[in-house]
């Protein structure tokens, strides 16, 4: 049993963490950049440690500080959080030589997963659907035209070590395939210091859809159904919702047992998410990921859990505490991504939080770390807050998601709230018809927010 769990990350899912630990009866030590020295997860923690300068690189992503941090205070076991250090099998190699605990996956499963050829090879062979493409890299621009001629266009060439978009090109025809295989490669070679890349059919109107998934490390998995996360801008999701208004209740435990499996099977231990694109009603494996996810609450919501204690139990080597059989859906809830940006530029708009009033009542969860005063700092990701809404159907969870964004009060920055009120007007919200290009393209043509 843990006493004492170290937080190596801020903001919103900081507190997320702290709040699981109070609850377990463990102590939280929150750590800190100079800049988030006012911090609400610093203040929340039983203790702190500053870790360095304000940038990214020189504290949140500062190893030596983290495990320092871990040895002044006596904490025993690391959360990630996500981003950050959350999918680093190096991080992980070095927590597990200073005798710590990760709280996550192992090195070795962070280092398949994050290698998207050995991620898609493992998932094949575990019986995943993937998508149809090379098998394996492509080492030459012949290769490629004879895969592709062979599959037939659109292709598209992806960076085995990429990842949120980068390293990704598109080919609709043979005449666009050396450009899209030369850049993907620069790119690849330039962001990730890795040239290899894959060739996939290009899907043109698919959704996202996303299967969470949990181990126990010991050849025990479960799957918590999907979250639609089709509603996304340049590769950040904006509104995420589950269950998905287009998967019958027969797709989801088929494909959610065929994810539970393929991780039993290689016995991973935590939280995962195994991501598809969703075309023709069929499921296609593109990436898995092996952190919480942002999203994660939606998931939380429909099925009465709590997905950070169980990732805590799980690395203290205790057994799931719920089998596939315990877990039912119940009605549906939906997320909304609250950035300080100003729209519809999207530009980031960090400063002073005059004025913060959070919204309640049944069925309403705000995650956010921001107060009245509250200085965002410049340096970050420009998330702010985690608005999720849980109802008994979609439509009522829509009607309250409209209503507590009616309470939800942000002032001295700019946010992304007003997207979200015109977005819950367009009928393609209402119906949940939509794919993954649907909202860059409703944005490049409404100029109303
Ligand atoms: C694709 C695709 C279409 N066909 N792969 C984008 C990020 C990376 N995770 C995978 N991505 C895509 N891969 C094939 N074979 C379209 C995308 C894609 C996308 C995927 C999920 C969510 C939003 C997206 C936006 C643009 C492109």
Redesign the pocket.
């Known amino acids: 049993m843990f006493s004492k769990i170290l937080i190596a990350n801020r903001g919103e899912i900081a507190l997320r963490v702290i709040r699981a630990c109070r609850e377990m009866g463990i102590k939280s030590v929150a750590v800190h950049s100079t800049a988030d020295s006012d911090a609400m997860h610093v203040r929340m923690a039983d203790e702190s440690v500053c870790i360095g300068p304000p940038a990214g690189t020189d504290s949140y992503l500062n190893v030596p500080s983290l495990i320092s941090a871990c040895e002044i205070t006596g904490a025993e076991a690391i959360h990630p959080g996500y981003g950050f250090l959350s999918e680093n099998a190096n991080f992980v190699q070095v927590i597990e030589d200073h005798g710590l605990k990760f709280i996550g996956p192992t090195a070795e499963h962070i280092r398949i997963m994050g290698d998207k050829i050995t991620a898609k090879e493992t998932m094949r062979e575990l019986g995943v659907p993937c998508?149809p493409?090379s098998d394996g890299g492509v080492d030459s621009l012949d290769e490629a035209h004879r895969i592709a001629s062979a599959m037939g266009y659109p292709?598209?060439i992806?960076a085995t070590a990429?990842?949120?978009?980068r390293g990704?090109k598109?080919a609709q025809t043979a005449e666009d395939l050396e450009v899209a295989f030369s850049t993907a490669r620069a790119e690849g070679k330039s962001v990730f210091g890795n040239a290899e890349v894959y060739l996939?059919?290009?899907?043109?109107l698919?959704r996202?859809i996303e299967i969470q998934v949990f181990g126990d490390g010991k050849g025990n998995a479960v799957h918590l159904g999907e979250r639609d996360?089709?509603l996304?801008r340049r590769?950040q999701?904006v509104f995420e919702e589950a269950p998905s208004p287009v998967i019958t209740q027969e797709q989801r435990q088929r494909i959610g047992k065929v994810c539970a499996d393929a991780i039993a099977g290689i016995n991973y231990a935590g939280a995962g998410t195994i991501?598809f694109?969703f075309e023709n009603d069929e499921f296609?494996f593109?990436?898995m990921n092996t952190r919480l996810q942002v999203e994660h609450p939606v998931t939380e919501a429909i099925f009465g859990i709590d997905l950070v204690r169980e990732q805590i139990r799980v690395a203290e080597g205790m057994p799931l505490s719920f089998g596939q059989e315990d877990l039912v859906i119940n009605g549906h809830a939906i997320e909304c991504r609250i950035n300080a940006e100003k729209v519809p530029e999207f530009r980031p708009s960090p400063g002073t939080v005059a004025q913060y009033h959070a919204p309640g009542g049944l069925g309403v969860r705000m995650d956010s770390a921001i107060y009245d005063g509250y200085k965002i700092p410049p340096y970050y990701d420009s998330l702010i807050g985690k608005l999720i809404v849980h109802a008994a159907d979609r439509p009522t969870a829509l009607a309250r998601l409209e209503r507590a964004l009616s309470e939800l009060v942000i002032e001295g920055v700019e946010t992304t709230l007003p997207l979200f009120d015109a977005l819950l007007k367009q009928e393609a919200v209402q119906t949940g018809d939509y794919t993954?290009?649907w909202l860059?393209q409703w944005l490049e043509t409404n100029p109303e927010i």
């Open positions: 998508v493409g292709v598209i992806k990429g990842g949120g978009g990704m598109v996939e059919k290009y899907l043109t698919p996202h996360c089709s996304q590769h999701k991501e694109l296609y593109i990436e993954i290009h860059e």
